[in-house]
């Protein structure tokens, strides 16, 4: 499986932008697919993920009411929607596949959850 992030860009305080991830091979319409981030000098952190088919979705306390996760299984695409954006949301974004494909907190949050990964997107959110 590979996965191909893109979107990021420089954006200012309380604009917004749209993150989409790629997927090709495997059986994407199965996994459940998560995004994280890794701000400079930061561990990565969990963002946000949806189960296979879309019906379960859950956030990160910093992004919740701010950032949506969706998906479309007939294009093999995720998609993050940013809005409200600040600075601290500076990093380097990355989408992950679980091949368990279900939402199972607190697993699916946690990066050893996750089995295929994209290489990142960066966005940098100017104050």
């Known amino acids: 499986v590979q996965l191909q992030a893109s979107g990021g860009g420089l954006v200012q305080a309380g604009g917004s932008l749209r993150l989409s991830c790629a997927a090709s091979?495997?059986?994407?319409?199965?996994?459940?697919m998560g995004w994280f981030r890794q701000a400079p000098g930061k561990e990565r952190e969990f963002v946000a993920v949806?189960?296979?088919?879309?019906?379960?979705?859950f956030y990160a306390d910093s992004v919740k009411g701010r950032f949506t996760i969706s998906r479309d299984n007939a294009k093999n695409t995720v998609a993050l929607q940013m809005n409200d954006l600040n600075p601290e949301d500076t990093a380097v974004y990355y989408c992950?596949?679980?091949?368990?494909?279900?939402?199972?907190?607190?697993?699916?949050?946690?990066?050893?959850?996750?089995?295929?990964w994209g290489q990142g997107t960066l966005v940098t959110v100017s104050s």
């Open positions: 949806i189960s296979w088919n879309g019906g379960s979705t």
């Open positions: 091979g495997g059986t994407f319409s199965s996994y459940g």
């Open positions: 992950a596949a679980d091949t368990y494909g279900v939402v199972d907190l607190p697993e699916s949050a946690k990066e050893s959850e996750y089995d295929y």
